[in-house]
């Protein structure tokens, strides 16, 4: 994390004042004034009209709100909350719009500002580039910093605890892969696996200790962010700064913590840049400036939906249990040390929770076992001998879901009595938890042991909160006018070892953003370059919980871009329907392979599955199209950013280049000018049928006599294409062109929804190479 400030630069012109205004009036002119103050100075700002509509709408939406303040606003026509909500089409300059205009208003009634974005992107932006050149321009210095979450940070007293290679300490951070098998080759194969994990450990401590060593010698603060190398999870999981082992101030290594001094950092400053998973998952836990005191920033907003979804997703692993042998132990040693003893019979609490899991292992096993991708996944039917030798890794995992959210009855009570369990040892650890930080403080001088004691029971609470989540979630009966909840299993290789895991989340992203943020917010601005979907807002408003409240102002402000000049949308007429899956894949890669003949500079093709990327693949790598392979570079061969510098690279040596991507490269990518001159879709870009969240929506909007495809499918549908085209135009001087090989755009009433939230390209239809305007 760095804090910031900047003074402001000389200027005889004169700036907005910072004093307090009296009201909503003097407020909104307060910020207009330092919008336009802002776009007449900052170097490198220039007038866009769609920029101003912006900032005039945010000004006025919030100038009669004050975060903190509980009584009504002093215009009786301006509501006690405000949130404006706004599209701001690619090239508007939206964090400029927000950023000049919520800063200074915050400033001047001395709140703070959170700005929450989806993406790494776009935070780097705003800390790198938008955030330094507003505090180098308003004439109120402000300090800003970047939030990140705990397990970004090192701990310090694991790093020491692991630095060396010590196998004793690391014995509870070892994953449990290792067989479980009783006989004597299991124990052999034990016996191999634990000194294989020795010598895995003793690795580790070099690095853990060289890690160590540039704390030391300040070469490092502690993020894993600035490692000159990203560090593999299996790497980085065991020294991770989290909350389960963590004693706050109550750690030797406290005043050291580099997860403390950066929220020391972040306590002085004036604006915060976060992103949306870390927002909401702090709520209600003081990590952040509460929500109700500050005005607030989503920007990227059409994401909220799903990171709400995400964070209220319980999932719990069947398949490893053997940390549940080492608990006992854990448990002892910390209840030894402090001459304790635990009211409850862990030994025999852990053994009934591992025979629970393991029961509802098997039943769900002989469930997945009769399913006929369980033969497609292993080679296998459940009692007969495998079809093949070995398993298939590169398989895509086995979804099995519960419908209606109602699980079969001879599973009721397996889960009840995992619930029981994990819920009565949460309570063992709770109680020592709670002793252990009342020694710390009241025993500095044992502070230490305390802490590594506190540690040897964080790294197991985890999975035992992921127990008892999941089963509470799992025993919730679906209950008469309201949505059931998702329930599933996933089965999988990984390894060549089975995985399996079980599942739960609600269904209704709107009302877990309602009842656990939007009701906490007072002043806020939600933003996106697609937010309106066939031509109007009210997927999104539902999506994000923000229906119906009166506090929304919405306002779509166009891009400045001239589409019908600078872009040409191409809609390919295929002999197969997609929905013939094979043969509309066939004709469309031979028509794409064909098309990406005529890249001279830099294009982007983007897929809806990994399955279709792989099948152009094959064909660049054999026969007529073996010469374009050179000019390809596919995600996932490379890092994202070693991808995109290779991609630059070719296209400045005046090479051609051509990006192979899927969903994650439909969206904030930024490639101006010669970088994508074209963009190629390879199908309408709709969820996966397999989703089983989105397959129990579905069935609950049927249940309810809606649609499921036209309230909730299509709109999402329309959301991901507005990004997908997003890609071509990225400034007035950019000319490209989009193909789109799925005709269903121009055939279906559907595809024509979708194109009414499209900028208003050129629309032209390709049929056997024949172009005709639309």
């Not at 919008?35 to 709408?57: L, T, W």
């Not at 290594?253 to 998973?277: E, F, G, P």
């Not at 009769?370 to 979804?399: E, K, M, Y």
Request: proline share 6%.
């Amino acid at each position: 994390m760095s804090t910031t400030t900047l003074e402001p630069t000389a200027d005889d012109t004169p700036a907005p004042s910072a004093d307090l205004p009296s009201g909503p009036l003097a407020r909104e002119a307060l910020a207009l004034a330092a919008f336009d103050h802002v776009v007449a100075h900052a170097s490198g700002y220039r007038a866009r009209p769609g920029q101003r509509e912006m900032a005039a709408h945010i000004a006025h939406t919030l100038s009669g709100v004050t975060p903190g303040d509980d009584s009504v606003a002093s215009d009786a026509a301006l509501p006690a909350r405000g949130i404006a909500v706004v599209q701001a089409g690619t090239g508007v300059g939206k964090s400029a719009a927000y950023a000049s205009t919520v800063i200074p208003l915050a400033l001047a009634q001395q709140k703070r500002v959170i700005i929450s974005t989806a993406t790494v992107a776009l935070q780097e932006q705003l800390i790198a580039k938008d955030l330094p050149a507003l505090a180098a321009t308003l004439p109120q210095p402000f300090s800003f910093a970047l939030a990140k979450g705990r397990g970004r940070y090192v701990c310090r007293l694991k790093l020491d605890q692991l630095s060396g290679g010590d196998a004793a300490s690391a014995d509870l951070f070892e994953s449990d892969d290792a067989p479980t098998d009783t006989s004597a080759s299991g124990v052999a194969a034990r016996a191999v696996a634990s000194a294989s994990a020795a010598a895995r450990w003793q690795e580790r401590g070099v690095q853990y200790t060289a890690w160590a060593n540039a704390l030391d010698g300040g070469s490092w603060d502690g993020d894993r962010d600035r490692l000159d190398e990203p560090p593999e999870g299996s790497l980085w999981g065991p020294v991770a700064a989290e909350r389960h082992t963590c004693t706050a101030r109550h750690c030797p290594s406290y005043n050291s913590c580099s997860y403390y001094q950066a929220r020391a950092k972040l306590a002085q400053a004036q604006v915060i840049v976060v992103n949306h998973d870390l927002l909401l998952s702090t709520l209600g836990l003081h990590a952040l400036p509460a929500p109700q005191d500050c005005y607030v920033v989503f920007d990227e907003a059409h994401h909220l939906g799903s990171v709400a979804q995400g964070q209220f997703t319980a999932s719990m692993d069947l398949m490893r249990s053997s940390w549940l042998d080492k608990l006992p132990r854990a448990v002892d040693e910390v209840a030894g040390a402090l001459d304790a003893r635990p009211t409850s019979d862990v030994a025999q609490l852990a053994k009934d929770l591992k025979t629970a899991q393991g029961e509802l292992a098997r039943l769900a096993m002989q469930r997945i076992g009769a399913l006929p991708a369980w033969l497609d996944l292993t080679g296998r039917t459940p009692g007969r001998a495998p079809a093949r030798s070995g398993f298939n890794d590169n398989a895509p995992p086995i979804v099995d879901r519960f419908d209606g959210g109602a699980l079969p009855p001879d599973w009721t009570e397996v889960v009840a009595q995992m619930h029981a369990n994990a819920s009565a040892l949460l309570k063992v650890f709770e109680a020592l938890a709670t002793q252990l930080k009342a020694n710390a403080r009241e025993n500095p001088g044992d502070a230490a042991r305390c802490a590594k004691l506190y540690s040897r029971l964080g790294v197991l609470a985890p999975r035992l909160q992921s127990a008892q989540e999941t089963a509470t979630l799992w025993m919730q009966a679906p209950t008469d006018g309201q949505a059931p909840l998702a329930k599933w299993l996933e089965a999988g290789i990984h390894h060549g070892l089975v995985t399996l895991t079980a599942h739960a989340c609600p269904l209704q992203p709107g009302s877990l953003l309602r009842n656990h943020l939007w009701n906490k917010v007072r002043a806020a601005v939600v933003t996106s370059a697609s937010l309106v979907t066939c031509g109007n807002f009210d997927h999104f408003l539902h999506e994000s919980g923000l229906a119906y409240d009166d506090a929304v102002a919405t306002r779509e402000v166009q891009s400045p871009f001239d589409h019908k000049r600078q872009g040409r949308l191409v809609v390919v007429q295929t002999v197969a329907d997609p929905k013939d899956v094979e043969g509309y894949t066939r004709e469309m890669l031979a028509s794409l392979m064909e098309d990406l003949r005529e890249v001279q500079r830099g294009a982007l093709v983007l897929f809806t599955s990994r399955a279709q990327m792989r099948q152009a693949q094959g064909l660049l790598e054999r026969g007529e199209h073996g010469t374009l392979r050179d000019r390809v570079l596919v995600q996932g061969e490379a890092s994202r950013t070693v991808l995109l510098r290779r991609h630059a690279e070719r296209v400045a040596e005046g090479q051609p280049s051509i990006l192979f991507g899927l969903q994650s490269f439909g969206e904030g990518l930024d490639l101006p000018g010669e970088l994508c001159e074209w963009v190629f879709i390879t199908k309408l870009p709709f969820a996966s049928p397999s989703d089983p969240v989105g397959q129990a929506r579905a069935d609950w909007l049927k249940s309810q006599g809606r649609d499921p495809f036209s309230e909730l499918v299509v709109p999402a549908t329309g959301a991901r294409l507005l990004q997908w085209t997003g890609r071509a135009l990225r400034s007035e001087t950019d000319e490209a062109v989009v193909v789109c090989y799925d005709a269903r755009l121009l055939r279906q009433s559907y595809g024509r929804r979708m194109l009414q939230g499209l900028p208003p390209y050129r629309l032209q239809r390709r049929v056997g190479g024949v172009l005709s305007d639309v």
